[in-house]
């Protein structure tokens, strides 16, 4: 399906709704100097989508880009059209919606190259032309020459690069997992007896997953050697949309010349269905370079209950899942430099980090309105996350238990922020969580006796005249017993409290 109006420079997809259960955080690469101070190295080459379809369907997607941003934009842009203009609909079974998914993907990798076919062909013929033993090429002809070595640079800048990807389907509240490539898919889940659990959903298809390296032996790749190589033509991933160098040129590449048939692919592997009737909590994809941010600064091995708990955590403060989303990102940004200054045993690893991009996505999550009172909640959370690392499994299942400390009477009045404690996690099988104002189905009570705090109607306050809202908290006796003691024998008028 083409992407544009035949008439114009519009996207079929640009009449779609966005999702607003959704938000987005974002970052661009860093590259620390000497004295700690960052530079950009090229620009953001990471891409998003969330929309919201007919029938109940809902499509979110991380893209990471690399090379240049321009598989990424138009998988993005290829993908919801190839999924949200009438090819999904209820009825669809959980097969339908995998082969449909899939071909999405076939239909975008294909989509891709064909954009780009003019410019492939018309590189090979200068790259013939150009080769130096090429009798034709003369003296004479060296100024035309320099011309056809730099239209060859605009060739190859027009296209090279790919992207990996991570997409997530809803359809009858039921959730479907697309990936290719190493970006991550986190499922939160709160139950009703306070247990929570944090899914990761499929491994990232890179060169230390065996189920990869399997597949590619059997073409004829030297598995071990990839494995010890780390990466394949410059990136870890062994999934790829769009690079045509390993797609076309592989037999060219050192590790992949032995291959029998294309080796790196763009076939995604699909999890699901996964119910999400009666779940509380949220879904995270995030971009292979927020990941390394954070396991580069802290290790892998609580890099997922890291992420979640100070998504838990911001989701209890925020005024919009996308400031939240945002604040996620910038506090990664922050642990990392931070590692990098401290001179640490992993500040060598810290030195630069790649574009990030975080989407969260809400279940049945009641997000705080901005402007927190202790009537909404107020109590502290402390949260257990132990880590269990299943490398059998493409699943990583981690209980989170949420403990309820026993109500007691609030005495200040105060309205304390949700904070993850911050440093490096203590060593051993967990890291804590200090939450408050955390809104889950079991907090719907108000902390203490609520007698210094107004009764909320079932509706909003309404602003009066000048644009003001009636206060919450009553500060009349605050103000007189204030004044009293600080009176030293004078008047308080004018002092605190409204006049």
């Excluded at 910038?330 to 990392?336: G, L, S």
């Excluded at 999550?365 to 949260?383: C, E, F, M, N, S």
């Excluded at 060593?427 to 408050?436: E, F, R």
């Excluded at 602003?463 to 024998?489: A, K």
């Amino acid at each position: 399906m083409g992407l544009l109006h035949s008439d114009s420079n519009t996207c079929w997809t640009d009449d779609l709704p966005l999702c607003q259960m959704c938000g987005v955080g974002t970052a661009p690469n860093c590259v620390y100097g000497p004295d700690g101070k960052g530079t950009q190295s090229h620009t953001n080459e990471d891409g998003h989508l969330g929309f919201r379809g007919e029938d109940g369907c809902f499509l979110y997607g991380v893209f990471n880009g690399y090379d240049g941003s321009r598989v990424a934009n138009f998988a993005s842009q290829c993908l919801t059209a190839e999924l949200l203009l009438g090819q999904l609909n209820s009825s669809h079974t959980d097969n339908d919606v995998r082969r449909i998914l899939t071909q999405a993907f076939d239909v975008v990798e294909k989509s891709y190259f064909e954009t780009i076919g003019d410019a492939l062909a018309e590189k090979a013929d200068l790259s013939n032309y150009l080769l130096p033993h090429n009798e034709n090429v003369s003296f004479h002809h060296s100024s035309q020459n320099q011309k056809f070595q730099e239209r060859l640079k605009e060739l190859e800048q027009e296209v090279s690069g790919g992207a990996t990807a991570v997409v997530a389907l809803i359809l009858n509240n039921k959730l479907y997992i697309a990936n290719v490539g190493s970006n991550r898919a986190l499922l939160c889940k709160s139950s009703s007896d306070g247990q929570n659990q944090v899914l990761q959903i499929g491994r990232p298809h890179s060169t230390d997953n065996d189920e990869e390296l399997q597949r590619l032996a059997a073409l004829g790749v030297d598995s071990a050697r990839v494995r010890q190589a780390g990466q394949i033509a410059g990136q870890s991933s062994t999934r790829r949309l769009g690079d045509y160098r390993v797609k076309f040129n592989y037999n060219e590449i050192d590790l992949l010349s032995a291959a029998k048939t294309r080796p790196v692919i763009a076939e995604p592997e699909i999890h699901g269905s996964q119910s999400l009737d009666s779940v509380t909590g949220f879904l995270l994809l995030m971009s292979e370079g927020l990941i390394n941010a954070l396991e580069s600064a802290h290790g892998p091995e609580q890099a997922n209950q890291e992420i979640v708990a100070m998504v838990a955590a911001e989701l209890a403060q925020a005024a919009s899942l996308e400031a939240a989303a945002q604040s996620v990102v910038d506090r990664v940004k922050r642990v990392h430099h931070d590692v990098y200054v401290s001179g640490r045993q992993r500040a060598t690893y810290c030195s630069r980090h790649e574009d990030m991009t975080l989407l969260i996505r809400t279940l049945n999550y009641v997000l705080a309105d901005g402007a927190l009172t202790p009537t909404q909640g107020g109590r502290i959370y402390p949260v257990s996350v132990p880590y269990s690392n299943s490398q059998s499994t493409s699943k990583t299942s981690v209980t989170l238990s949420l403990v309820m400390p026993s109500q007691g009477t609030l005495t200040n009045g105060t309205n304390t922020a949700s904070t993850l404690e911050e440093g490096t996690p203590t060593p051993g099988p967990t890291a804590t969580l200090q939450s408050t104002n955390t809104q889950t189905q079991s907090s719907s009570s108000s902390s203490g006796d609520g007698s210094l705090f107004r009764q909320r109607g079932s509706q909003a306050a309404q602003p009066d005249e000048t644009g003001r809202v009636p206060p919450y908290v009553d500060f009349s006796q605050f103000y007189r017993l204030w004044g009293s003691d600080h009176s030293d024998g004078q008047s308080t008028q004018g002092g605190l409290g409204p006049q």
